[in-house]
């Protein structure tokens, strides 16, 4: 059985908002903007990552139907229901690790010290704030203000199972 640890997800461009919530999760998800699914599949081949998708079409190659690559087939066109549907299938901990990577870029963020981003981040977030991170790629800084206790908030409504 698969560890939940090494769950890594590619996700369909229709069904795009499901990859900034599962990164903040902290699961590795690649944004797929291709349109070629042979292209997909084979990274998630590769990468050995789950395709989420809309697409009926996926679901019937043979790699899928065999059980070499998972997919699961997203019923809803509703962000909040699709994030249930994935997290239920696949028993997803939405604590798992949450803000560990960058929402932009899916790379996985690099702590800071707070002398490290001084001028970099606004002075009332500085004097507030004493844990940074660091996206390597964009360089964007993360840390625990407003915009994060509010995702947090959502985080645990889809573990409860909605609202
Ligand atoms: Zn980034």
């Given at each position: 059985m698969r560890l939940i640890d090494n769950l890594k997800f590619i996700v369909d461009n229709n069904v795009g908002k499901l990859a900034k919530w599962l990164r903040i999760m902290g699961y590795d998800s690649l944004f797929f903007n291709g349109g070629n699914d042979s292209r997909m599949v084979a990274i998630a081949l590769g990468e050995e990552r789950v395709i989420l998708t809309r697409d009926t079409q996926i679901m019937k190659r043979r790699v899928v139907i065999s059980g070499r690559l998972k997919a699961i087939l997203i019923q809803s066109d509703e962000p909040e229901r699709q994030m249930h549907q994935v997290i239920d299938s696949l028993h997803?901990?939405?604590?798992?690790?949450?803000?560990?990577?960058?929402?932009?870029?899916?790379q996985p963020l690099q702590e800071k010290s707070k002398q490290q981003v001084k001028d970099l981040v606004p002075p009332y977030v500085f004097q507030t704030q004493n844990q940074y991170m660091e996206c390597p790629t964009c360089h964007r800084i993360y840390w625990r203000g407003t915009h994060w206790q509010r995702m947090s908030e959502r985080l645990k409504r889809f573990r409860k199972g909605g609202p």
């Open positions: 997803l901990d939405c604590q798992f690790k949450p803000f560990t990577i960058c929402l932009e870029c899916n």
